[in-house]
């Protein structure tokens, strides 16, 4: 018998999920597919729902399909015995007489030398690689793998879809209902309350600026949260350095910031202080995302450089290149980040207005990384 084991937090399941159960099934010829459900995976991000709702999730979402298997085994152990190589181990032992394959995304197999006991796993049983849009540097990675490891990988030919488990949760956030989850999980995660850790900040944001500001905050949150996981940045820093950017914009400026700054500057250097006093901010990476995300600045950090582009290229925005902008940030986020600088200094200099010295600064540290 040949099984396809696949594990994930599944925090939600999803319908990209559910497109990759169906063409795993076909197109690695499986007989079984064995759903690996994680129980506290470290290389996330963000804080992971209950296991008994996602395995209530996972449940419900293929109980008509009956090759699959929904494992649990990771809640019943120790969480320091989780690890892939180990889990991976008992599974083999449990299925001496069948073909097992381990199924796993691409942007785990470009961070596959960074696990705990890469050769092991290489040794334990063939690998089969799900491209994923958006991810650069698959080739090497197995490559180096079947070099370093002797691993046995097959590249399937069909790509993984775009589809975010951070957005998915953000939307939820924000009191909507995401269609990229079915009607069933749908379901289950109202029920339960899921995805509503950030109420305190969305309320009062929303009660402290208008409808039209606070639908581009959001927007700029939805937008920022697709490349949180591409990036390894925390869910929370993203969410609400991009949720509370422009907290503000629509306030009057304080005289201190008013006789520094200019005056389309002001909203981001006074946000800071806004989301440390008003809102109980105290993370220097999210308060530092919101003092330059209008201007930029030399020697950004990761989160500052998508916050800065998310919030010039969200969905409500629609300008001259704004698509061939997303188009390139999807391609390769340091180009993306690097074009909005530059369309940034263009549309300033195309209206006649000045450019502030922190956004030279930054387009020459970024121009320039040599210097």
Not at 253 to 270: M, S
Not at 305 to 330: P, T
Request: proline share 3%; glycine share 6%; hydrophobic share 35%.
């Amino acid at each position: 018998m040949r099984i396809g084991i696949y594990g994930g937090a599944f925090d939600p399941i999803h319908k990209e999920h559910k497109k990759i159960i169906h063409e795993c099934k076909n197109k690695l010829k499986l007989d079984r597919l064995i759903l690996l459900l994680s129980h506290n995976p470290p290389h996330k991000n963000y804080q992971i729902s209950p296991f008994e709702i996602r395995a209530q999730m996972l449940k419900a979402e293929t109980c008509d399909l009956d090759y699959v298997i929904v494992d649990e085994r990771e809640y019943l152990r120790s969480a320091s015995k989780n690890r892939s190589f180990e889990v991976l181990s008992e599974l083999k032992n449990e299925y001496t007489a069948h073909d097992l394959i381990y199924i796993i995304g691409g942007d785990s197999m470009i961070k596959f030398h960074t696990w705990a006991r890469p050769e092991i796993i290489a040794r334990l049983m063939p690998i089969a690689v799900i491209p994923r849009e958006g991810y650069e540097g698959l080739q090497e990675a197995v490559e180096n793998a079947r070099k370093v490891y002797g691993a046995r990988i097959k590249t399937l030919s069909f790509k993984g879809g775009q589809v975010s488990s951070s957005v998915i949760k953000a939307t939820y956030e924000f009191g909507d209902r995401s269609g990229d989850v079915s009607d069933k999980v749908h379901d289950i995660i109202i029920r339960n309350n899921l995805y509503k850790q950030f109420g305190f900040y969305i309320d009062k944001l929303k009660a402290n600026i208008s409808q039209e500001l606070f639908e581009h905050c959001k927007s700029t949150a939805l937008y920022a949260l697709r490349f949180a996981d591409k990036l390894d940045l925390s869910y929370d820093e993203v969410f609400l350095a991009a949720l509370l950017h422009d907290c503000a914009k629509e306030k009057t400026a304080a005289a201190e910031y008013a006789e520094r700054y200019p005056e389309k500057i002001i909203h981001q250097f006074e946000g800071a202080v806004v989301a440390q006093k008003e809102y109980g901010i105290d993370n220097p990476k999210i308060l530092n995302a919101i003092k330059y995300h209008t201007t930029g600045k030399m020697n950004m950090s990761k989160l500052e450089k998508l916050i800065f582009s998310a919030d010039m290229l969200e969905k409500n925005r629609d300008f001259e290149g704004v698509e061939r902008l997303r188009e390139i940030m999807e391609e390769d986020f340091e180009k993306g980040f690097l074009a909005c600088v530059d369309t940034s200094i263009k549309r300033l200099e195309d209206t006649g207005r000045a450019i502030y010295y922190l956004t030279k600064e930054c387009r020459d540290f970024y121009k320039n990384p040599q210097k």
